[in-house]
């Protein structure tokens, strides 16, 4: 497969060639020619306007389904989405059933995804079927092809248990990746405990339940001298709280989700289950909190935590419906649109560079002689999200109809190209 991509922009902050409009050409998956004007040969050519290259993004936190929850998402239509949304590489999270809380299981998952458009890393189990109570086999996971460690949507509520963990994965340099959520903190909570939840009647989730959990991790995370990675955080004082541990040289990292960034509780009073989430949508200040963290560096990556979910799932009263929203296809855009002023190289950053580190996965950079991981996108573009336009298996996404900034054209992982 030869592809050329014409006269884009490059945002790589590793390569000579950052900045620079330039011509690309690809061949069997590799990039062979990067310069002015080159006009080789190609089964495949991008030409449009405005567009920008960068290294394949990388979404660090969302729910394939697969194994034993194919109803709502498979390997094959979440890396659709995936690709449509601009990423190269998604991490899955362990909450499937089997749990991938053993070798087999992780094994299932990167034997399967071996073949698809997107890398597919999965997230290996920190305890025994994510219930919080053993540890799992993580050693073995690891090097079956696990990347990190999370009990997914359930957050480890035992402090010891999660020391027991942090050390554990010292041994090997891994991370840990933490949804932070006190449970036993008003346990049947459905939104953001506050004005909001009180004029609508449903039973709040207080602030504290996430901030006790992050303040807490990153206490463990410095005592253990283990890495911890804070995803989901949704409050002003979580955010202050990563910020501290940074400033103290403790090893946190934290993502944010694109919805905490566009929606807040105000927009919570029509019932929409599809806003339903956890950690639930925090109030206007919280929301100007977080943005002003992505814009400052106190957040590292955006997080997409997309949690597909069939219609009986969410078209049901808000109390029973199940929490969670797509999110890969619009994750960009949602960034590039609700965080005012905020540059391409800090969206690439948050999507392609850190995620990169953080995760130590293959570097991707957009050099001569490298595998080909890119994401094409066009920051400029104006267009509208419709349903036809749902790659996912599942359609519980609040921004069906929503207009948006920056719109994603497609991505190349090695001899693979996707156009969106």
Known sequence: MKILIKQARIID?????????????????????????????????????????????VDVFASFADPGYEYKETLETGANAAAAGGYTDVLIIPN????????????????????????IHPIGAITRNTEGKELAEMYDMKWSGA???????????????????????????????????????????LINEGVVSTQLGLPGKPAMAEELVVERDINLAEYTSSKIH??????????DY????????????????????FFSDEDMTSYNTHLKVNPPLRTAEDRAALREAVLNGTVDCLASHHLPHEIDSKVIEFEYAKFGMTG??????????????????????????HPRKIFSLEPASI?????????????????????????????????????????????????????S
């Open 13 to 57: 902050p590793s390569s000579p060639h950052n900045g620079q409009i330039s011509d690309i050409f690809i061949e069997n998956g590799l990039i062979s020619q990067i310069g002015d004007s080159i006009n080789p040969e190609a089964d495949q050519v991008v030409n449009l306007d405005g567009l920008c290259v960068s290294p394949g993004w």
């Open 96 to 119: 499937t059933n089997p749990v991938l809380h053993n070798k087999a299981a992780v094994e299932y998952v990167v034997h399967k995804g071996q073949h698809l458009p997107v890398t």
């Open 147 to 189: 990347v990190a460690f999370s009990d997914g949507v359930n957050c480890v509520q035992s402090a010891g248990l999660l020391v027991k963990a942090l050390q554990y994965v010292k041994a090997f340099d891994g991370i840990i990746i933490q949804v932070p959520d006190d449970k036993s903190v008003n346990p049947p909570g």
């Open 230 to 239: 804070l995803t989901g955080i949704s409050t002003k004082k979580s955010a």
């Open 242 to 261: 990563v910020q501290k541990g940074k400033e103290n040289n403790i090893a946190v990292t934290c993502s944010v989700t694109p919805y905490h960034l």
């Open 328 to 353: 890969l296809q619009t994750a960009y855009a949602v960034l590039n649109t609700a965080v005012a002023g905020i540059s391409t190289e800090r969206c690439v950053e948050l999507l392609a560079i």
């Open 367 to 419: 050099v001569a002689g490298q595998k080909a991981k890119i994401t094409l996108f066009q920051p400029a573009v104006t267009w509208t999200f419709t349903s036809d336009m749902i790659r996912s298996k599942s359609a519980n996404t609040p921004f069906i109809g929503q207009t948006f900034s920056g719109k994603v054209t497609g991505i190349i992982n090695g001899d693979k190209i996707t156009l």
